[in-house]
């Protein structure tokens, strides 16, 4: 078992097996979204568990709380404690401190977001464990409860913005994630100080905790998962549900460029060993994903002829061939003529 005193207050942070834990002598104001005792409480601790490896995601969903009840007991504390449950492994966990004044802000996270969604999309999902955000915040100050709540708001907003800078993608659509499936927030304060008022993301204390929660939850991410940073462009299109696969099964409708075997096997080549044409797919998918929210200014004109104009972009000439037809292909405008525009320019180098 590991503890780590936390400055200036009766606290402590224990990590031992699959649980890492902030426990308390003496009772913390706690906000959390915790499957267990979660809402407004005074308790004592805080878990986040692990979920072991021989567990299932049915028999997690099933009984949980055998899961919260053996770290309770491994960890010989009352029942006034709060729990989480996550996927991600508690060795891959990330904390920092920071400090200004008398005031004190520790953040421990866990992470990974292979469910990733956007809120706000129809999800239909049996699993509920992998890829859970799981964030702990502890706050040596006095905040009111409005003050709480607003940093509660503000630590969710800076998960979110660490998501999105690693351009991190629902598992149910492809849009922009913001979160997980099963994330769990707890935030706990021990009231000692000066009353704090404002807990936004502009307020100082909002500052403290947000860019605290938007480094712990890219580090835990990339000890789960690998790094995020540079990841192949092959990934990066999976994420956005549009894999080679899907790609080159399109375009076999067309007959023009062989079967969907064949394309898998050139779209592959090109996109890892020509730098040019995987910067300019990529860039293809950045406007499609401005396209489908409707944010292109009014005066770039049609999307269909705009699309096809920037297809020619990686051409010598002046335009593209209008003899083939590409309306059976269901792929955004931009991504469609882009990967047309790359295939074309290498099966005519017999690539």
Known sequence: MKQYILPNS???IVKKDNIVAIISDIPLT???SGIYNGGYKKVNAILNVSVPNNY????????????????QKNLQISNDYVAMITAAKIQNLSMTTRQLGDITVTVIATAGWRHGESAGESISNKHYTSGTINIMVFLNANP???????????????????MNDYDVRSRYSGDIATGTITD???????????????GGPASVV?????SAIRQVVKEAADKQE?????????????????????????????HVFGDQKA???????????????????????????DFKKGLLPDEFGDVTLLSKKFGCLIFKQAKQDDIFDLSEINLPPFTKQAVFSILQIFSSKNC
């Open 56 to 71: 299932s995601d049915t028999h997690l969903h099933d009984d949980p709380m055998n899961l919260i009840y053996d770290a």
């Open 10 to 12: 009766a606290a402590k």
């Open 226 to 254: 690998g790094p995020h940073k540079g990841r192949t462009l092959i990934r990066r299109l999976s994420e956005r549900h549009l894999s080679i696969e899907c790609l080159a099964a399109e375009f076999s409708k067309i």
């Open 184 to 198: 769990s927030l707890s935030v706990a304060v021990t009231g000692q100080g000066e009353k704090v008022e404002l």
């Open 263 to 289: 394309i898998v096997s050139l779209l592959t080549r090109i996109l890892t060993s020509d730098s040019f044409s995987a910067m300019f797919l990529l860039a293809a998918t950045k406007l499609d994903d």
């Open 30 to 32: 706690v906000l959390s």
């Open 144 to 162: 009111t409860d409005s003050c709480l709540v607003s940093l509660f708001l503000t630590a969710t907003e800076a998960k979110t913005a660490a």
């Open 206 to 210: 909002g500052q403290l905790v947000a």
